[in-house]
């Protein structure tokens, strides 16, 4: 097919604009929890209205807590500049799901009359999840494996401007609850729980005979804390965590075996 000089024109205005503005900044991501689905959004560092020309993020949680991801779903300009989809089946690494997604994209934001501002989050895809877990958007040893080749990464106008995961957990049909995984466990395991406002929290790890093992203090916190414990240079047996929310306390059962 022969191009007219007008469209000729037109492609390398695009281009330009393109190179001139995806040599500046890179873009961020973040995973949020919104009712019943995941939000994964962008956070470019700078404007933006050229070709979005691929992305690759890994969502992660725990195989035990029965919670599933269901089809991805786009909406508006998104869904014209980066279609994204699944790369691949769900795959177990020991006791963690993982689910690789990956767009690609051809056509210029300006072409659909939008574009990024510098600084903003935007949503470029939402997930519907079922049951209660955490779920992570992250780079990790599993990601990082060749064989996987799936950590975060993303491409404007061709080049490579992958940003940092500014926000990466995201915990689905949570009400502040304190969730323990796994559960019985062999001395790793990992807590968490969120809270909505901002408050003073105090979180403690005891054995039997009350003697601290952890413990911290945080000011004003708000959002979702997350901690991987590592208890196998003590003793097994039954340990208790105790959560100080504000003016609330709760305990709560972790056994070592």
Do not use: C
Request: aromatic share 10%; proline share 3%; net charge negative.
């Amino acid at each position: 097919m022969k191009l007219s000089f007008s469209h000729l024109l037109f492609a390398a205005a695009t281009l330009f604009t393109a190179s001139t503005i995806t040599a500046q900044d890179q873009v961020d991501v973040g995973l949020y929890h919104n009712g019943d689905k995941l939000e994964v959004r962008v956070r470019p560092a700078s404007s933006f209205n050229g070709i979005f020309s691929s992305m690759v993020f890994t969502i992660r949680w725990d195989a035990a807590s029965g919670a599933t991801l269901g089809a991805i779903q786009q909406e508006g300009a998104p869904a014209q500049y980066l279609p994204i989809s699944r790369s691949g089946a769900l795959r177990e690494n020991g006791s963690q799901n993982y689910q690789v997604f990956a767009g690609f994209g051809v056509t210029p934001m300006a072409a659909l009359e939008t574009a990024w501002a510098a600084g903003q989050e935007y949503v470029i895809a939402t997930i519907p999840v079922s049951g209660k877990g955490e779920f992570e958007l992250l780079n990790d040893a599993w990601t990082a494996e060749a064989a996987n080749n799936a950590d975060y990464y993303v491409s404007l106008g061709g080049a490579d401007r992958t940003g940092i995961i500014y926000k990466g957990l995201a915990a689905a049909g949570e009400d502040g609850s304190v969730s323990i995984q796994p559960n019985p466990n062999n001395g790793h395991f990992i807590f968490s729980f969120s809270t909505k406002t901002p408050m003073d929290v105090t979180v403690e790890v005891m054995n039997a005979l009350g003697q601290s093992v952890f413990n911290e203090t945080l000011r004003e916190f708000e959002g979702t804390y997350r901690k991987e414990m590592d208890l196998t240079s003590q003793s097994n047996g039954v340990y208790y965590l105790k959560v100080k929310r504000g003016g609330e306390s709760s305990t709560h059962k972790i056994v070592y075996r």
